[in-house]
């Protein structure tokens, strides 16, 4: 946290592309800022609403700090935007732990 987060939102800061948004909300979820990390996601799905990624760490956040129907909804999101990915396989997971009984 203490050099990748840094660089992270240096690499926000000279291109603000899709890539290092979702790098950026990466890096502050495994730090423990879930609001940074779902600002983050937000505004790379502000440049890319349907990316399995964005998607995938909005729900992280949210789940994190204890939306569980927004999480939800976003994992489902995140899983239908790439089917046969891996970013399906770790929203359905997620899914799963959410405990939620819906159809995805």
């Given at each position: ?19 290092a948004l979702i790098l950026l909300s990466q ?28 998607l995938y760490r909005a729900g992280l956040a ?43």
């Amino acid at each position: 946290c203490e050099q990748g987060l840094p660089a992270a939102e240096e690499a926000v800061a000279r291109t603000s592309s899709v890539e290092a948004l979702i790098l950026l909300s990466q890096i502050r979820l495994a730090c423990g800022n879930d609001g940074g990390a779902w600002i983050a996601a937000n505004r790379a799905l502000a440049l890319e609403p349907n990316n399995a990624e964005a998607l995938y760490r909005a729900g992280l956040a949210l789940q994190r700090r204890g939306d569980v129907q927004a999480a939800y909804q976003f994992f489902v999101r995140a899983a239908d935007a790439q089917p046969g990915t891996v970013w399906r396989e770790r929203a359905e997971s997620q899914i799963k732990q959410l405990g939620i009984e819906h159809d995805t």
